[in-house]
């Protein structure tokens, strides 16, 4: 990532504060005006959305560290330990939204004001709406792993709302109050899955998990077409930690190549994989001819 995307992730990551803090004083003066276990439901989901605010903002800042003598390979991972936090707080979330919202399906009751606490509320998805797309679109732009957390986990809260607004309409429209309680419910179950994703992928992150299938075909395309004077590729490895993509493999040269050529080649490579999938850090292990191949090959395209 260079230095203005880093300012962009940043400054949004900071912008969420005010951001979350605001979204959940709208949702909560609307459970306040009209005593939805629903609205309450939503309005629990944003202070999760606040603390994850706060998380995200100090993990970016930490993570954009440069790689120093205990950190060699940076501190990107850092990302997914905010976006692991986060997942956890939405599974929280999910299960205080369960245990208010069972105490009410015994005694359900009609909303109070509805249209004043509808109308908020639908204020409040909206803005969460346009908030959750920049903070993705700019998380996956620059491969912050945070700040496309959260804008992830914001969009679940947009679901979550649309929901809310549905149901709650449905309880006015037939006089049926137990729509309000059960709808929390039906909320907290959404939450929950998506909080479940959430972990999962930083997981897949922490884990060193090799990049996405057409990740790795652009990296192996750049190499089979710009590996002209070697022999072959073989155990080739990717992952990913945090905005940085590791690429490392072994190419095999003519045992008769200098050491000047091979460098020309590898730095070739690099260019390309570089060109082809930015922000990768790049180890190539050369090898004479006859090593025996293993791990994952590409088969290098000869000069005509």
């Known amino acids: 990532m260079n230095e203005k995307g880093s300012l962009t ?31 309450l439901s939503d309005g629990l989901e944003s202070t999760v959305n606040v603390v994850a605010a706060f998380i995200a903002f100090f993990v970016i800042r930490y993570a954009q560290k440069p790689a120093d003598h205990d950190h060699p390979f940076g501190h990107h991972k850092a990302e997914y330990f905010s976006a692991v936090t986060e997942g956890a707080l939405i599974v929280v979330a999910a299960l205080l939204i369960v245990n208010e919202a069972i105490g009410h399906l015994s005694d359900p009751r009609m909303l109070d004001a509805p249209a004043l606490g ?59 109050a137990i729509f309000d309680p059960v709808l929390a419910i039906l909320v907290a179950i959404n939450i929950l899955y998506q909080g479940w994703k959430v972990i999962w992928h930083s997981i897949g992150g922490l884990m060193d998990q090799a990049v996405e299938p057409g990740e ?65 850090s790049i180890a190539i292990h050369v090898e004479p001819e006859g090593e025996k191949a293993h791990g994952i090959r590409v088969k290098v395209i000869k000069e005509a």
């Not at 912008?15 to 459970?31: C, D, F, H, T």
């Not at 909206?126 to 700040?147: D, E, F, H, M, P």
């Not at 002209?228 to 990717?238: F, M, Q, Y």
């Not at 690429?247 to 994989?273: G, K, M, N, Y």
Request: net charge positive; charged share 15%; aromatic share 6%.
């Open 9 to 39: 992730v940043r400054r949004l990551a900071l912008w969420g504060i005010p951001m979350s803090l605001g979204v959940m004083g709208l949702k909560m003066v609307a459970w306040w005006v009209t005593g939805s276990v629903a609205l």
């Open 118 to 176: 509808l109308a908020i509320n639908f204020v409040a998805g909206i803005i969460n709406a346009v908030w959750a797309q920049l903070l993705i679109k700019t998380g996956r732009k620059y491969r912050s792993a945070a700040l496309t957390a959260d804008g992830q986990h914001i969009m679940s809260d947009v679901v979550t709302s649309v929901g809310v607004l549905a149901g709650l309409l449905l309880a006015l429209a037939t006089g049926y």
């Open 216 to 280: 790795e075909e652009a990296i192996k395309q750049a190499i089979a077409t710009h590996a002209a004077g070697s022999i072959g590729v073989h155990d080739l490895k990717t992952r990913r930690a945090g905005t940085v993509t590791f690429v490392d493999f072994h190419l095999v040269v003519p045992a008769a190549l200098s050491v000047r050529q091979a460098h020309d080649i590898c730095d070739r490579l690099e260019d390309a994989i570089r060109a082809a999938h930015p922000g990768s």
